[in-house]
């Protein structure tokens, strides 16, 4: 049942490929007779190029070259001829096959040569991985392409995995896709294949096919837990921290780190240490006096990891800095105490003035803690003297 499966599933595979890519094969016999090799044939998932021959020869040569004129060549005794399935061969630009037959002089040669209009396959293409599973995928439409032209990206992560349109497409202002974005990728030990057809209702639209490998393309995450210990003296300074994350590479060894140092007081003298190959650093020129700007930075190195630095962690400070002077404290104390001493003789200054213009208000007297003797003394001397004239009459009894 498995095998019918994977049977089934190669056949789909290989005639979704070929439907695919608008390619034929095109063949050409040597000029000095018919060539007895006839019906030859490619199957690209197995790299696998065979055909039929009128006689029974012993040896066969067969060749494959790009037109990057990249060629291999093999020796066979049947006609059927294995390429190495790492080779990965784009098709976008052509394949050369030559079958030839030792010490004679025939050969047969064919072209694998796609299809569609010249200038209509997309420019420019290109992938990235980030945040160890995401990844994203650009081109440029072909300069020559119809107005109409949409594309599409297949790709198919190894040979084990089937091969899938991609489901978050990124447009252009004329809604042509040009773009793609994947989630929970996983980078595997192969390399990745993809493929941008394109489609038209005015004409053929060329293709495109690259193989990357994906660990290639990864931009490394920076290194985690990055910390700074410090003591006083000539031991200076220890800083650790731990490999970035990546989705298939756990050894240590595989990394290699570039350490930047800072003088927070003086920018522009930065010092970068690289070709750090453990997750500890001991930076001797520590001056406690001063501040330092801290950030790390990976990239691979001997493994299967991106040879391009990655990106650098987060900014980290140490060191106390200068400390401040005698005068550079006193200063503020002496300028809080005038200021208080400022403030205290402009309020008392302006109670003062209140007090002077406002005379007191007199208060009612309290008639019950007050003796009647102080009473009328009092209202008798403050009653107001006047000055009158005094009259006698005299009164005589008459009898």
Request: net charge negative; with cysteine; proline share 5%.
């Amino acid at each position: 049942m498995i095998d019918t499966l994977e049977l089934t599933f190669m056949i789909w595979w290989c005639m979704m490929l070929f439907h695919l890519l608008h390619a034929d094969i095109h063949c050409m016999g040597s000029e000095a007779q018919e060539s007895p090799i006839t019906s030859v044939k490619m199957n690209w998932r197995k790299m696998e190029l065979s055909w039929e021959s009128s006689k029974n020869f012993s040896k066969y040569t067969c060749t494959l070259m790009d037109r990057d004129m990249e060629s291999i060549r093999k020796e066979v005794n049947s006609p059927l001829c294995r390429f190495p399935v790492e080779q990965y061969v784009p098709l976008h630009k052509g394949v050369d096959f030559v079958i030839e037959v030792p010490d004679t002089n025939i050969s047969k040669t064919c072209s694998f040569i796609p299809g569609g209009m010249n200038g209509s396959a997309i420019e420019n293409f290109s992938c990235v991985i980030y945040n160890v599973s995401l990844m994203n995928c650009t081109w440029q439409a072909g300069k020559d392409a119809p107005g109409d032209t949409q594309y599409f990206l297949y790709w198919q992560n190894s040979r084990d995995d089937d091969v899938m349109e991609c489901e978050l497409y990124t447009k252009d202002e004329n809604g042509r896709n040009t773009g793609c974005r994947f989630l929970n990728v996983r980078i595997e030990t192969e390399k990745a294949y993809f493929l941008v057809n394109g489609s038209s209702k005015d004409s053929l639209i060329q293709f495109y096919d690259e193989y990357i490998p994906l660990y290639k393309i990864e931009i490394l995450t920076p290194p985690l837990n990055v910390t700074v210990t410090c003591t006083r003296g000539s031991a200076g300074c220890v800083i650790t921290w731990q490999p970035p994350r990546t989705s298939h590479v756990e050894k240590v060894q595989c990394f290699q780190y570039e350490i930047s140092i800072q003088n927070k007081d003086e920018p522009k003298e930065e010092k970068k240490h690289p070709s750090v190959r453990n997750n500890r650093y001991e930076f001797q020129n520590y001056n406690e006096k001063k501040n330092y700007i801290l950030k790390i930075r990976a990239r691979g190195k001997n493994c299967l990891v991106s040879s391009s630095w990655g990106e650098w962690s987060k900014l980290i400070e140490f060191g106390e800095g200068k400390k401040p002077s005698i005068f550079v404290i006193l200063l503020p104390i002496a300028l809080g105490t005038t200021l208080v001493t400022l403030l205290q003789y402009c309020l008392f200054k302006r109670y003062c003035s209140f007090k002077s213009v406002f005379s007191p208000i007199p208060q009612p007297r309290d008639k019950f803690n007050t003796s009647a003797d102080e009473d009328i003394q009092t209202e008798y001397v403050n009653l107001p003297k006047k000055s009158c004239t005094e009259e006698v009459t005299m009164v005589e009894e008459m009898t």
